[in-house]
């Protein structure tokens, strides 16, 4: 028997193909949707979380199971050396944020400087840092894995003004006097080989690298009109109390150091109750740290706001009287004694720092056309007015 070609039937099938296909296809998409909701696909962390068993680990420090939460991660940043990501951890029935900080490999030597914060301090100034959870090593070839305690930023909390320094100042001279001078050195051992000190061979030769260099700017500056025409009322005085440097007030160095945080803005300032009277201050991004005049830390505060903040340059001088005078009287509840005016100690902190480096700074800038000078005219006003009641321009 010859079976004889039906073109309906035939394309009858191909319809009903094309439809079984189709429904067929939806149910298992659907499928899938639905096992997805219950069970997430693993990301990059997630696998790691496991491999690693950073579970267990936790556990340990919370005294509680503890489970990642899968679908709840944020990349908050990323940069070319590193990553940081918000987490969320089950612990006891409810919902504990956290934070993953990778650095990636090579280290640069700013980062490994705050990766050994992490590391070595943490123990010693555990009360101003956030709580190191773990820290895992080889994550993805060399690369490390930070997770801390997330600490909301200042930013974004408060609009920030000057009668917010008193509720960080505590705070700071805190972190000061744990490492003030000879309880530094007591703990040699955690920092000598990483820690950065002012008093060193290696930071003595870059600074005095950077003096010279900011001599060369300013004879360049002088060069270009438009840069001579806002220096040339301050070059000559310029020139004068530069020779001086590049130490210009070894009383500040006398004065103490200790661990500095040296990038106290308010992203890097955290607290969890702002909404209290007493602050429970935290610092983040430690890559500045170093062991120099504790000093730096309250022009790191104060000075660069004023600096940026023109709106309250005419308190300027009643906040920094009030704040000086704060700090010192914490730092004597520790039993450290500040010889000399707390003010007058502010003001050289503030240019020596300006001298030694956010001068060199500006003038580079304004010079290679890197970023504009913004500061520039400040910083030559401060030089003028405090530089003659300190004594430089003699």
Request: contains cysteine; charged residues 30%.
């Amino acid at each position: 028997m010859v079976n004889e070609y039906d073109p309906d039937g035939y394309e009858r099938g191909r319809a009903d193909g094309y439809t079984k296909g189709m429904r067929d296809g939806y149910n298992k998409g659907l499928e899938d949707a639905k096992d997805a909701s219950v069970n997430p696909p693993l990301n990059a962390i997630s696998l790691k979380w496991r491999e690693y068993q950073c579970a267990d680990k936790f556990a340990a420090h919370f005294g509680s199971a503890v489970k990642l939460n899968d679908r709840n991660m944020e990349e908050l940043k990323e940069t070319a050396k590193s990553a940081i990501w918000k987490l969320e951890i089950a612990v006891n029935g409810n919902s504990v944020p956290i934070i993953l900080k990778m650095f990636k490999a090579p280290i640069a030597d700013q980062d490994l400087i705050e990766l050994n914060m992490y590391r070595e301090a943490s123990g010693i100034l555990s009360d101003l840092m956030p709580a190191i959870f773990m820290i895992q090593e080889r994550m993805n070839g060399d690369d490390t894995w930070v997770f801390m305690e997330y600490v909301p930023q200042l930013k974004g909390q408060v609009i920030f003004t000057p009668d917010h320094f008193d509720r960080i100042i505590p705070a700071l001279a805190k972190l000061h006097a744990q490492t003030y001078n000879d309880r530094f050195y007591s703990h040699w051992d955690l920092f000598a080989d990483w820690l950065p000190r002012y008093d060193s061979e290696t930071t003595s030769l870059e600074r005095q690298k950077t003096h010279k260099e900011t001599l060369e700017y300013l004879d360049k500056a002088m060069e270009r009109p438009e840069l001579r025409q806002r220096l040339e009322t301050s070059s000559d005085m310029l020139r004068r109390v530069l020779k001086k440097g590049p130490i210009y007030f070894p009383e500040l160095v006398q004065a103490g150091k200790s661990i500095i945080h040296n990038d106290l803005q308010t992203p890097n300032i955290g607290c969890g109750n702002v909404e209290e009277a007493d602050w429970n201050i935290k610092f983040i991004d430690w890559e500045g740290a170093r062991f120099a005049p504790c000093w730096f830390d309250m022009f790191n505060l104060i000075g660069v706001f004023f600096a940026y903040r023109k709106d309250w340059r005419s308190a300027e001088e009643s906040v920094i009287h009030r704040c000086a005078h704060l700090y010192a009287a914490e730092m004597l509840k520790y039993g450290i004694r500040f010889d000399g005016d707390p003010v007058r100690l502010y003001k050289m902190a503030y240019l020596q720092r300006v001298l030694e480096r956010s001068l060199h700074l500006q003038l580079h800038w304004a010079t290679d056309g890197q970023k504009p000078a913004f500061l520039l005219e400040g910083y030559l006003e401060k030089i003028n007015v405090w530089g003659k009641e300190l004594g430089l321009h003699a």
